[in-house]
């Protein structure tokens, strides 16, 4: 398994996962509607999309846009249960745990708050 450390500079790096940014529009949302609002959104993302055993067009799940926490877990591989198990090995077929969807929301949450220049959760 990849090291957070490792992890990180990996994905910066990747040149698919570089691309995704915050865009104004994005900017403007989050500062509108709140990043509380944006992390309850992200919960409920994850919880519908990624948490079950079999999530539904897995692979496919996650937009690459309209909302920031879509292109957050493009750039953070968080958008499904392949680059779950890749990049933070967590296993595919069973339901992700509290622990889990916490830790994939934070991993979420951190990229979108380094994007708004602002790193603490």
């Known amino acids: 398994m990849i090291n957070d450390e ?23 949302y989050i500062k509108r509607i709140g990043i509380a609002k944006i992390r309850e959104h992200t919960v409920d993302f994850i919880e519908k999309r990624l948490a079950p055993a079999e999530p539904p067009n ?3 799940q996650t937009p690459f846009k309209g909302h920031p926490a879509f292109k957050a877990q493009h750039a953070t591989a968080t958008c ?3 680059c779950l198990l890749k990049w933070y090995g967590i296993a595919k077929g069973r339901v992700l745990t ?17 994007k708004q220049g602002n790193s603490k959760p």
């Open 6 to 28: 490792n992890r990180a500079s990996l994905l910066a790096s990747s040149k698919f996962r570089s691309r995704f940014k915050l865009d104004q529009k994005d900017h403007d």
């Open 58 to 60: 897995d692979g496919q």
């Open 80 to 82: 499904c249960r392949g």
């Open 98 to 114: 509290g622990e889990e969807i916490s830790k994939v929301v934070d991993i979420i949450m951190q990229w979108i708050l380094e």
